[in-house]
């Protein structure tokens, strides 16, 4: 597969990610949800986060970039 591609999709996915994790920050704010349901929506998003950043990580490590 190609490297861009995969790169691309790896970053897309964190945005994604980070972008939710804003959304429920912006919820909280304007106090749609409170401050638990907002922390267990965000630490749900937490650990998917860290292993794509682990996988990508590795993923760049291998392929020399
Ligand atoms: C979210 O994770 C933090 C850090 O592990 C923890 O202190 C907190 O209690 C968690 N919140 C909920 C609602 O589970």
């Known amino acids: 597969m190609d490297m861009a591609f ?3 999709s790896f970053i897309l996915t ?3 990610l980070v972008g939710y994790q804003l959304l429920c920050l912006m919820d909280l704010e304007d106090d749609y ?3 638990y ?6 630490n749900r ?3 998917p986060e ?3 950043q682990g996988v990508f990580c590795v993923i760049l490590f291998i392929t020399r970039h």
Not at 37 to 42: A, E, P, W
Request: glycine share 0%; hydrophobic share 50%; proline share 0%.
């Open 50 to 52: 860290f292993i794509v």
């Open 37 to 42: 349901d907002s922390s267990s929506r965000i």
């Open 33 to 35: 949800i409170n401050s």
């Open 14 to 16: 964190l945005l994604c």
């Open 6 to 8: 995969l790169s691309i």
């Open 45 to 47: 998003t937490v650990l």
